[in-house]
């Protein structure tokens, strides 16, 4: 059987978001790039393991802020980053056509809005495209909220801190997102802290780095 794809090489593996089989060298191409990959696929997973891997071997690290990284920063401001984890993968249960870059476009419109009103000033930077205006909303909810609604702070959160948060969050997202235009791989890291926030009782913050999801 020839793949379908290329319709020249021999089907090899079967891709469930294809429904049929198709041959390894369309699957590594074509993966989050003209296939809309499942995050449970396992050559997905298995082809995300070596990119990284190579990645981090040929490519410069992307810049960090020293401060954010640190487990004491992590730590203190867990609660707030695990609430922004989850409005996301909300989010995404709702538009499930968020990808990775969405939600740096969305990170990158609500570090310019708090960061103007940090200086005093209001402006609501909202993207345009519809899927990061709902997840831009949805985290802003969020972070908004008064401390006792979203039971995770007796207080409401600086715009300081939240600004901070922010900034991990965006540099973690360097870490993880691969360059594909439909890289989800970042998403699929934030269920995963989600669910082993959900699953377990430590409030360790599982954010530090990206093996950790």
Same mark, same amino acid.
């Given at each position: 059987?020839?793949?379908?794809?290329?319709?020249?090489?021999? =089907?090899?593996?079967?891709?469930?978001?294809?429904?049929? %089989?198709?041959?390894?060298?369309? /699957?590594?191409?074509?993966?989050?790039?003209? *296939?809309?990959?499942? &995050?449970? /696929?396992?050559? !997905?997973?298995?082809?995300?393991?070596?990119?990284?891997?190579?990645?981090?071997?040929? =490519?410069?690290?992307?810049?960090?802020?020293?401060? !954010?990284?640190?487990?004491?920063?992590?730590?203190?401001? #867990?609660?707030?980053?695990?609430?922004?984890?989850?409005?996301?993968?909300?989010?995404?249960?709702? &538009?499930?056509?968020? *990808?990775?870059?969405d939600v740096q476009a969305t990170l990158?419109?609500?570090?310019?809005? @708090? &960061?103007? $009103?940090?200086?005093?000033? #209001? #402006?609501? +930077?909202?993207?345009?495209? $519809?899927?990061?205006?709902?997840? #831009?909303?949805? !985290?802003?909810? @969020?972070?908004?909220?008064?401390?006792?609604?979203?039971?995770?702070?007796?207080?409401?959160?600086?715009?300081? %801190?939240? $600004?901070? /948060?922010? %900034?991990?969050?965006?540099?973690? &997202? =360097?870490? *993880?997102?691969?360059?594909?235009?439909?890289?989800? =791989? +970042?998403?699929?890291? $934030?269920?995963?802290?989600?669910?082993?926030?959900? %699953?377990?009782?430590?409030?360790?913050?599982?954010? *530090?780095?990206?093996?950790?999801?």
């Amino acid at each position: 059987m020839k793949c379908p794809l290329c319709e020249s090489r021999k =089907a090899k593996r079967l891709c469930p978001a294809k429904a049929t %089989q198709i041959c390894p060298v369309c /699957c590594g191409t074509k993966r989050e790039v003209e *296939i809309d990959c499942p &995050s449970s /696929c396992v050559y !997905l997973n298995s082809g995300r393991e070596y990119e990284t891997d190579k990645l981090a071997r040929t =490519a410069p690290a992307p810049p960090r802020t020293n401060r !954010l990284w640190e487990p004491a920063f992590l730590q203190r401001h #867990y609660p707030l980053m695990l609430g922004m984890a989850q409005a996301i993968t909300q989010t995404r249960r709702s &538009s499930p056509e968020l *990808i990775d870059s969405d939600v740096q476009a969305t990170l990158d419109s609500l570090l310019q809005t @708090f &960061s103007t $009103l940090n200086k005093g000033i #209001y #402006y609501d +930077f909202s993207p345009e495209r $519809l899927t990061q205006k709902q997840l #831009y909303f949805a !985290l802003r909810q @969020f972070l908004e909220a008064p401390g006792e609604v979203r039971l995770l702070a007796e207080s409401r959160w600086t715009t300081g %801190q939240i $600004l901070d /948060c922010l %900034q991990f969050l965006k540099e973690l &997202s =360097a870490q *993880i997102v691969l360059p594909r235009p439909r890289s989800r =791989a +970042f998403l699929d890291h $934030l269920e995963g802290v989600t669910w082993d926030s959900r %699953q377990s009782s430590s409030h360790e913050p599982r954010l *530090i780095l990206p093996a950790e999801f």
